[in-house]
């Protein structure tokens, strides 16, 4: 079974919207976040990254938003252009960085 | 440097023949990872090395399946012999601390 529930498997926005995806996990020996991107035929490329420590990262117009407690991480894309349309994986790992991948969610994002 | 470089990028068997996927990771990683991806079963961690030495493979789906790294330029993931139901594509990963680095993948089709 999937260590890492991911949701939704897809959604459609408009150029300039927020595709928002969300993850939860119940390992808390995890301590790893990372989020991937995938273009079709392309391997899987890291987005962005985020430790248990911090409840909120920024990179360019990804964010992650960490929630401990509750055990779930969500990734927000801001003001989201065509070449956004990917799929999208969150992952979890503890310290040996073996990733557990969330099932993905293919973003497409309308001119 | 050129990133994670894996061959063939795609392969057609035939059922009951081996294939041999090759992965050559970034200089410098001592972390080497097998990857499995399937419209069914999503992104699966196969087997994980660590300094040429296999640390857990309680990912690789049976004995039909076998992985090598001789040294810390080059790996081999070997399947014999072949059935239909291992069509997917393969990746391999390579890190030096927490982020991994994907190949480009081989497309794996055993008719």
């Known amino acids: 079974q999937q260590q890492v529930k991911q949701s939704p498997q897809s959604l459609i926005v408009q150029k300039g919207g927020i595709p928002i995806i969300n993850c939860a996990y119940e390992?808390?020996?995890?301590?790893?976040f990372p989020w991937y991107q995938q273009f079709p035929g392309k391997g899987p490329a890291l987005l962005i990254a985020?430790?248990?420590?911090?409840s909120e990262k920024k990179e360019g117009r990804f964010t992650i938003s960490f929630n401990k407690s509750a055990k779930q991480f969500s990734l927000h894309i801001m003001d989201s252009q065509p070449g956004d349309s990917a799929t999208y994986f969150c992952a979890a790992s503890t310290r040996d960085y073996k990733l557990s991948f969330g099932a993905g969610t293919t973003v497409t994002v309308r001119a | 440097d050129a990133g994670v470089i894996q061959s063939p990028r795609h392969e057609v068997t035939e059922m009951g023949q081996e294939v041999t996927l090759r992965c050559k990771p970034i200089s410098g990683h001592n972390s080497l990872f097998w990857y499995r991806q399937t419209m069914m079963r999503g992104l699966e961690l196969l087997i994980y090395?660590?300094?040429?030495?296999?640390?857990?493979d309680s990912g690789m789906p049976e004995d039909r399946f076998s992985a090598k790294m001789p040294n810390a330029s080059f790996s081999t993931l070997k399947i014999q012999p072949s059935e239909p139901r291992d069509s997917a594509v393969y990746f391999c990963a390579s890190s030096m601390v927490s982020e991994a680095f994907f190949g480009q993948g081989t497309r794996l089709t055993v008719v």
């Open positions: 390992n808390t020996a995890f301590d790893y």
């Open positions: 985020i430790r248990p420590d911090v």
């Open positions: 090395f660590n300094n040429n030495v296999p640390i857990d």
